[in-house]
């Protein structure tokens, strides 16, 4: 395993995590601050300029498909960023809104939403922490 896979993997896993559970407990008002994101196409620029950023920093730094499901992991999640961003930059404004905020006013599927992206998170912290560098 590289070392770049290993840190990637402890990056994203806890980030995932620790966001996952601020969301989680502050349900309503990650609700509102979503919605209110979605509604201000001047911040859905900026997050989609950040995030396709983020993605392609991710997808050209580690887009690596064999070496075990830790690896495969990774990229995927720097690919799914890069994909998110660009969706951000394309799609017509309020589109992304309708689609996701319809999810999460509903707080059994808010708790839905989150759960992936928690489980890829704790997979990635463990296997980030207990894989050393070869």
């Given at each position: 395993m590289t070392s770049r896979t290993i840190y990637l993997s402890r990056l994203i896993g806890l980030y995932c995590i620790l966001l996952d559970l601020s969301l989680a407990t502050h349900r309503q008002a990650s609700v509102d601050s979503i919605m209110a994101t979605f509604n201000n196409p001047g911040v859905m620029m900026a997050l989609g300029i950040l995030t396709?950023?983020?993605?392609?920093?991710?997808?050209?730094?580690?887009?690596?498909?064999?070496?075990?499901?830790?690896?495969?992991?990774?990229?995927?999640?720097?690919?799914?960023?890069?994909?998110?961003?660009?969706?951000?930059?394309?799609?017509?404004?309020g589109v992304e809104g309708e689609i996701i905020v319809g999810w999460l006013r509903n707080p059994a599927l808010f708790y839905v939403c989150l759960t992936p992206s928690l489980l890829i998170g704790i997979y990635l912290t463990i296997c980030g922490f207990r894989t050393k560098a070869s």
């Open positions: 396709v950023a983020a993605g392609l920093a991710m997808v050209l730094a580690h887009n690596v498909w064999s070496g075990g499901a830790q690896t495969v992991v990774v990229t995927l999640v720097g690919w799914a960023a890069l994909i998110k961003g660009l969706a951000f930059l394309i799609l017509p404004p």
